[in-house]
């Protein structure tokens, strides 16, 4: 008799940041995830996360809709199904639910946490194994303050945590974020590398006038400078200035990456299970974006410990990521809900070991911040 899925809670968790996180749409003073607790007829347990950023002001999903959706129509699609095909119960999520990327994402990472569990393998060795176990991670530097995050990317370097900062920039008037920006560079000198992510927040004609000056202040990648729509302007920006363009709210799965890769677009990509619908479509964009030469670049949508460790299992499988990672998630939380953090070090962080994802719920942490 075949193992069935046989019981899929989702929990609200609520974690402090350990300072307002700045960002075009929204500031952050605290991370709400999805937990997905997936229990299986053999007693395995797999554990997944969605998260999104700021409720509503990032993207359509809110953590709310997450888990409501999940309950109400995906949940159902799993429960007593075989547990062990994962490519056939992505299929039938994606068949009979539109969108919800972040909610099947969840789903899908709590299947291949029990399936490694199940087989005594790590998620990246189901995956087909890694390439690279310690993976560099950059910090961004999002308090607003041009003297604290100097003081904090300072910090970060003799710490050994972190030799590249992204700035989010964009809730301000250009010359404002520049000056900013500028500045920072500055009095890092060639310490560390410097990215900005602007979130959207631009229009092509302010992006033409914002991407010379950072790139005359030696910026070295501009993240979604424009609307994520606008493939054309991207382009364009991209073929205008020698600084590479990142596309990340621009290009959600293969088929973007296809459309922009088609259309003459050359720079790099940010992947993210969460926009993709987890590891496997984020995988395929990455390998659509290998065979055309594009940059990559782990992304995240500020994951706790268990989304940023699906998120790892998935990087280490691929040969390069030109662009390092920001899965610094967890850092940025006062507190955790797993016996076990993730082992941040000489400027990256180590792929966590064991079968699945290699993480254990602390149960006391998950039931002290779990929404009531």
């Not at 200035?241 to 799965?253: R, T, W, Y």
């Amino acid at each position: 008799m075949s193992t069935v899925i046989q019981h899929i809670e989702t929990l609200l968790v609520d974690l402090p940041t350990i300072r307002p996180h700045k960002l075009s749409m929204t500031t952050m003073a605290c991370q709400t995830m999805v937990i997905v607790r997936m229990r299986h007829s053999d007693g395995i347990e797999g554990l997944g996360e969605g998260t999104t950023i700021g409720g509503l002001a990032y993207g359509p999903e809110s953590p709310e809709s997450i888990k409501r959706n999940i309950d109400t129509y995906l949940a159902p699609l799993l429960i007593g199904q075989p547990s062990s095909n994962v490519h056939q119960l992505r299929s039938r999520l994606h068949r009979h639910a539109r969108g919800n990327m972040i909610a099947k994402s969840a789903l899908e990472t709590a299947l291949l946490d029990a399936q490694g569990k199940r087989l005594g393998l790590s998620v990246a060795e189901l995956l087909g194994g890694t390439r690279q176990e310690h993976l560099p991670v950059l910090w961004t530097l999002a308090s607003g303050d041009t003297a604290k995050d100097i003081d904090e990317a300072m910090l970060r370097l003799e710490q050994r945590r972190h030799c590249d900062f992204k700035l989010k920039i964009g809730a301000n008037p250009v010359d404002q974020d520049v000056r900013h920006v500028a500045a920072i560079k500055e009095a890092l000198g060639d310490r560390a590398s410097v990215r900005v992510d602007v979130n959207q927040a631009w229009d092509e004609s302010t992006a033409v006038r914002g991407i010379q000056a950072l790139q005359d202040a030696g910026i070295e990648l501009i993240e979604q400078p424009i609307p994520a729509r606008e493939h054309a302007g991207l382009v364009r920006l991209a073929n205008r200035f020698n600084v590479p363009m990142l596309a990340d709210e621009g290009v959600q799965d293969a088929r973007d990456g296809l459309d922009l890769i088609c259309s003459g677009f050359s720079g790099a990509f940010a992947l993210k299970i969460a926009k993709s619908g987890g590891i496997y479509g984020a995988l395929e964009l990455a390998h659509i974006a290998q065979a055309a030469g594009i940059g990559l670049y782990g992304g995240t949508l500020l994951e706790g410990t268990i989304g940023t460790a699906a998120s790892l299992h998935a990087w280490a499988t691929l040969p390069e990521m030109a662009w390092g990672t920001e899965m610094f998630g967890p850092l940025l939380l006062k507190d955790d809900i797993v016996v076990e953090p993730l082992n941040y070090t000489e400027f990256g962080v180590e792929l966590p070991q064991g079968a699945g994802l290699g993480i254990t719920l602390d149960e006391d942490k998950l039931a002290h911040y779990s929404r009531k």
